[in-house]
């Protein structure tokens, strides 16, 4: 059985774009004395790395197409946040007045494409999601072990809505060195199991997004003590294709 240990990594300032997330991460690790592990995995807000990619959107300098227009007027929304969200989706699935629920261009079904507006201190702009979440994640695992010669599992997280549940919960939006999915072939009187499988970086996401409560300032979390599988699958394995999906 696994114990975890969750620790908040605070002191890490306000990101801006170019920042280096690693370099924040290493020094609250050196700053709080903690050893690290090869097994340690650490889980960051997508918001802070967002910020460091530069991931703004001036909203006034957004360009309106009549689809835009069309469906400002269906949600109340402004036109310009509307085209943000068409143009950082791959489909609509579903429109209701105050949201639309997008499958956004990283394949994950949620509220506005994932687009921000809070806790981004800048008036009028929003916040996209990172480019590439998996690739950011690899690069700031391969930071970490070049400093401490530690290979750390890395999982970017988001919060989303559930189908049918009030309230949010985080996800990975993407990961390295961890496997996402954990398969039991067993159950606990040894009988087989053919379709249990937990997405574990789902899990570890949600674990660490209590600690990341939203008017506090804690973006980062390390989690040590879970002895998971070392993989270079990243999220992307986690999204289901079309034609497995029954609800699309």
Known sequence: MNSMNLIPLTGIPKVRPGDEISTFIIKSIKRKKIKISKNDLI???HKIVSISENRFVELNKVKV???AISLSKKIDKSKEFCQLILDNSKKIIKIK?????????????????????????????CLLLPLNPNATARKISQAIYQETGKKLGIIISDSVGRPWRHGLTQ????????????KYKKDLFKNNLYDTEVPIVDE?????GILMEKDIGIPVVLIKGYNYMKSNKDSNILLRSGENDIFK
Not at 97 to 124: C, M, P, Y
Not at 171 to 182: A, L, Q, T
């Open 97 to 125: 007045k105050g949201v639309i629920i997008t499958e956004n261009r990283l394949g994950i079904i949620t509220a506005n494409a994932g687009i921000d507006q809070s806790n981004i201190n800048k008036k009028d702009f």
């Open 204 to 208: 570890i996401a949600s674990a660490a």
């Open 43 to 45: 889980v960051i807000a």
């Open 171 to 182: 996800i990975s939006i993407g990961s390295f060195g961890i496997s996402p999915i954990k």
């Open 65 to 67: 197409g009549k689809r």
